[in-house]
């Protein structure tokens, strides 16, 4: 039987290397792709893979928030390596715990290597493990988690500056400059009035501790808008409104019913 294999990455690029690379290799079958962590936790439940190749850094739901969620919904865990363009102490972790990772741009021989560790560990889980040594290893793995997501927590900046990717690049946009940020898919989406990127933030909760309360306000559980850049209030139905903003589309987005209050006493409506 080939060795499944998933892989999850939300660059293109990166994902196409990876396939190339296991499409070489004798013994391996790459069942689908996904390009966010959601896609990560419903193609492992529906694939149930014999190894997933996670990216560390997605928008939205990260690599590790991915093996969180899985541990969360009980379900089943593939052998799991990640992919990272940073060699950081977290990866270095997972790694004497079982699993482990390749670094950015991949290496023709470090994935054999790979593949042949996963595949050595697989045969060693083919026999009977005992449930209490199966417990033991899910709660080694919940208290890493916890310990990576205590080192990985986000960093205010005092700069007034938030990361952006797009095409291709990481570009410090000036808060000022957002005219608002939404989530669809669990990736995070930044607009302003000359670039759409996607945030590396995993939520909207994580980025919004990074902004300005003063001037950014959670609209909808999907959006977060820049006040400044609120155009129009548009009347909606049975009493709600909707928010035309003034970046190049003219994008509406919709006020929910709990901030109804709010956005009467921020225009005075």
Known sequence: ???????????????????????????????????????????????????????????????????????DKRVGLPQV????AFDQYAVRAFEVNAVDYLLKPFDRKRVLKTIEKVQSRIAAKAG????????????????????????????????????????????LVDQREICFVSIEGGAISVVTRGVEGQSNCRTLEELMDQLDTDAFWRAHRSYIVNIQHIREVVPWFKSSYQLRMDDPKKTEIPVSRAQTKRLRELFNL
């Open 81 to 84: 390596v990640f992919a990272t």
């Open 128 to 171: 009977e493990i005992p449930a209490s040594d199966a417990a033991t290893t899910d709660a080694r793995l919940e208290e890493l988690l916890r310990l990576v997501e205590t080192r990985t927590q986000p960093v205010r900046t005092q700069t007034g500056k938030v990361i952006v990717r797009a095409q291709g690049r990481l570009l």
């Open 1 to 71: 039987m080939p060795l499944t294999a998933l892989i999850i990455d939300d660059e293109p690029l990166a994902r196409q290397e990876l396939l190339y690379l296991l499409q070489s290799v004798e013994g391996v079958e790459v069942v689908a792709q996904g390009s966010n962590g959601i896609e990560a936790v419903e193609l492992v439940r529906a694939h149930k893979p014999d190894v997933v190749f996670l990216d560390v850094q997605m928008p939205g739901l990260d690599g590790f928030a991915v093996l969180k969620k899985l541990l």
